[in-house]
């Protein structure tokens, strides 16, 4: 159980590292108005989806279910840990919105600006302040 863990918190450090650093370089990808600054983006911004944080977000999701399950009767009456996986799933349709947009922006069709890839940016921040105080402090 500890092992998985371990791997489960060095996992979600991984992902969330891509979750903050993916929608900075949308920022300056948004910014940028040369070709070859764009299609670096775009380079930088697949390779970090894929190569690291879809393999962190999936390490992520299969070690906390290795955790979960074997004791879920223990905690299925707690309604933090359905707050929590609530937020997991929110945090996974975020990483898939942040996918889509990898595509969109190798496609050359963002419609966005900088700023709104600033606040887009601040979201992880929120899920990770609530799922951290969660599972610490297991509220309710």
Known sequence: MLYWKA????A??????????????FVYHAM???????ERFCIMERKLYRGIMSPA???TVFCGLAMLVPHWSAYKMQIWVH???????LL????????????VFARGENQ??????????????LFLIAIVLLVVLKPL
């Not at 707050?83 to 799933?89: A, D, F, G, H, Q």
């Not at 966005?112 to 921040?125: D, K, T």
């Open 32 to 38: 940028t108005e040369d070709t070859p600054g764009k």
């Open 92 to 103: 996974l349709g975020y990483h898939l919105y942040c996918g889509h947009l990898v595509k």
């Open 7 to 10: 791997v489960h918190i060095m």
């Open 57 to 59: 977000m999936m390490a």
């Open 83 to 89: 707050i929590k996986l609530s937020l997991v799933l």
């Open 112 to 125: 966005h600006s900088h700023v709104f890839y600033r606040w887009f940016n601040e979201i992880p921040v």
């Open 12 to 25: 979600v450090v991984s992902w969330f590292a891509g979750l903050f650093y993916l929608p900075r370089l």
